[in-house]
């Protein structure tokens, strides 16, 4: 079970640390990414991180801007947002799977979302 936290109404330019803390025994067997869909919007990726946080991946759109670390000992995720502008407004899921990276399908488990508005 994953169970995101952190989402708010922030203004543009404002930051924001979303979390992502895992139920499992096995958390440091999972890569982790950060993914998220505007209104009317497909599901689109944001972050990706590999299983000893050794590993990032970023959407160009928040490249320089996020940061996603994770916390093996306390089976969490996090992502850090700087930043943020009105664009960044979505759902935020985080997603847990093996070998998985950019895309949506290669991760197994989600949470329920979390939401991030940044009103412009």
């Known amino acids: 079970q994953l169970v995101e936290s952190g989402g708010a109404l922030v203004q543009a330019g404002d930051s924001l640390r979303l979390s992502c803390t895992a139920s499992t025994q096995t958390f440091m067997s999972f890569d982790f990414g950060w993914f998220r869909q505007a209104p009317g919007a497909d599901l689109e990726f944001v972050a990706a991180?590999?299983?000893?946080?050794?590993?990032?991946v970023y959407a160009y759109s928040v490249k320089d801007r996020f940061t996603i670390s994770r916390d093996n000992r306390k089976d969490t995720v996090h992502l850090q947002m700087n930043s943020l502008k009105p664009e960044d407004t979505a759902v935020y899921y985080c997603?847990?799977?093996?070998?998985?990276?950019?895309?949506?399908?290669?991760?197994?488990?989600w949470g329920q979302g979390t939401q991030v508005t940044v009103p412009s």
């Open positions: 997603a847990a799977g093996v070998g998985a990276t950019t895309t949506s399908r290669d991760y197994e488990y």
């Open positions: 991180i590999n299983w000893s946080g050794g590993s990032t």
